[in-house]
């Protein structure tokens, strides 16, 4: 059996460390990682194809990786301690149990698993719409210790959830866009307007993205600079920074709302977007 050690949050080094990514983020990768961190889940589960889609090689024991969070950030590093390929049809209520999501049968855990399996995300990642798995479907089963867990500071998820939506697939997605606003969120962008939550929801696909965080962005897109946050308190960040784009130089103004843990509960991300103000700043 996997499972944390101790209770101490380290600051062991994540860098080139591959990421674990578990499910989508948004509610259901908030709650996969909730149980990765008390310990409750010590096993995954991955389709095979997803490897072959993306050519990556296949997991091995002693592999450590680091957890991602929702915002991107890493939260954990866990180790592998088992690794098996097998098809659907054989997997057993041990590995279902210790997925740490409360199945108690193994159709139960098919059945949850099969709601994501032939879900429109994971059908688009895979590139076939009609996608099904079946008995003989094989599947890379991962068994693993938590190895350290990492402190993640507000202003570090506030200023990732700002590029997250600066991001054109998430702006792209009224879902993923939203997850991040807060239900009370204003915005007075740079032409002086302002914008409702449901009015920016409406408007995000056709705005320009930041295809670029830093450097040169590509043409059309946004390029993000001198991004600063502040601490106002153990529930608000306040970030600053510029933008240059299509629509000219600006300078921006965040205030993100750190969720109760009632509303996280109930799925919402822990830190979401409450007001936004963007001020034209010219060539100077």
């Not at 099969?114 to 879900?119: L, P, Q, S, T, V």
Request: proline share 6%; hydrophobic share 40%; no cysteine.
């Amino acid at each position: 059996m996997g499972g944390l050690v101790g209770n101490d949050v380290t600051d062991e080094p994540v860098d080139g460390l591959p990421p674990q990514l578990l499910g989508f983020p948004g509610p259901l990768r908030d709650r996969l990682v909730a149980v990765v961190l008390s310990g409750a889940k010590t096993t995954t589960t991955g389709l095979l194809a997803e490897y072959e889609a993306e050519r990556e090689p296949l997991p091995e024991v002693g592999r450590r990786s680091a957890v991602l969070d929702s915002y991107g950030l890493p939260v954990a590093v866990i180790e592998l301690t088992g690794v098996r390929v097998l098809p659907l049809g054989a997997v057993d209520l041990e590995h279902a149990r210790d997925e740490g999501e409360g199945y108690e049968t193994v159709a139960a855990w098919r059945a949850g698993h099969e709601e994501f399996w032939h879900g429109p995300e994971l059908r688009a990642a895979l590139g076939d719409p009609d996608f099904t798995v079946d008995d003989t479907t094989m599947l890379v089963t991962e068994r693993f210790r938590v190895a350290a867990r990492r402190a993640v500071a507000g202003a570090d998820r506030a200023v990732a959830g700002e590029l997250r939506l600066l991001d054109p697939a998430v702006r792209r997605s009224r879902e993923a866009a939203g997850w991040l606003l807060h239900p009370e969120f204003s915005e007075v962008g740079a032409s002086g307007r302002r914008w409702s939550r449901a009015e920016l929801l409406d408007a995000l696909p056709g705005m320009a993205g930041a295809e670029a965080v830093t450097g040169t962005a590509a043409e059309g897109a946004v390029r993000v600079a001198g991004m600063a946050a502040v601490e106002l308190g153990p529930e608000l960040v306040h970030l600053t920074y510029e933008t240059t784009g299509p629509g000219g130089r600006a300078r921006r103004s965040s205030l993100w709302r750190r969720s109760t843990p009632a509303e996280t509960a109930a799925g919402a991300a822990e830190w979401r977007l409450y007001y936004h103000q963007g001020t034209p700043a010219g060539d100077g």
